[in-house]
């Protein structure tokens, strides 16, 4: 496998549910993202990891919780969600090398449709 | 970081060349300009990037006025696969890559 991974594909949940979105990058990159893209709506940047740290939370709710087990992976532990979460959920990796941050790779995104 | 404004809406003939201008008016120097674009319903994909040169690869052309306050992203030869929102991204050296609306490129045939 290349490039960046996720699964699944498409997810139905119901607002009681708790689920998880996976990404896995296989391009060496130790900077992973999510990012939230609702329908007409740009691309919202949610989560940074750097070097399995995260280093950036744009406002989140609770509800979404990331996980950062290694630098080749990242999950999105979801909980309690509500309709307006349905949305198209993205995850990026990028190369991080001090001040210099390379351009980000997508995955083809998590479409999520909460019930 | 720095705004950036684009057309919402674009067409091009099939075969022409589509020509995608982007402002940013209050880009610092230290700010690089990236085009990615997004295919219905896919992840965005990586097109250019550039500081203050012109930049050309086997996608695009980068065009970077002197002053550094707008560019051009052009497709030689559009195809109707070029069909996607375009993304001009003004983004700081070792900052995070923050989108805006995009402009949406219509080709036809």
């Known amino acids: 496998e290349t490039g960046v991974t996720q699964t699944p594909r498409h997810l139905v949940m119901g607002m009681t549910n708790k689920k998880s979105l996976k990404c896995e990058q296989h391009l060496g990159h130790n900077a992973m993202y999510w990012y939230k893209q609702s329908a007409k709506k740009p691309l919202e940047l949610m989560f940074v990891?750097?070097?399995?740290?995260?280093?950036e939370n744009n406002s989140v709710p609770s509800r979404f919780s990331p996980e950062c087990p290694n630098s080749s992976h990242l999950f999105l532990h979801l909980h309690t969600l509500q309709p307006e979460d349905s949305a198209l959920y993205l995850c990026?990796?990028?190369?991080?090398?001090?001040?210099?941050?390379?351009?980000?790779?997508f995955g083809s995104g998590t479409r999520l449709t909460v019930v | 970081d720095a705004k950036t404004t684009q057309p919402p809406s674009m067409d091009c003939a099939e075969g022409r060349a589509a020509n995608l201008p982007c402002n940013h008016s209050?880009?610092?120097?230290?700010?690089?300009v990236y085009w990615y674009r997004q295919i219905h319903s896919q992840g965005p994909q990586y097109i250019i990037h550039g500081l203050k040169n012109n930049e050309t690869n086997e996608m695009a052309s980068l065009i970077i006025t002197e002053d550094r306050k707008s560019s051009t992203l052009i497709l030689p030869h559009a195809t109707l696969r070029d069909t996607a929102v375009y993304y001009c991204?003004?983004?700081?050296?070792?900052?995070?890559?923050?989108f805006g609306a995009g402009t949406r490129l219509t080709v036809k045939p």
């Open positions: 209050t880009i610092s120097g230290n700010e690089y």
């Open positions: 990026a990796s990028s190369q991080v090398r001090g001040q210099q941050n390379y351009g980000y790779t």
């Open positions: 990891y750097s070097l399995e740290e995260r280093v």
């Open positions: 991204i003004v983004r700081p050296r070792g900052g995070d890559m923050r």
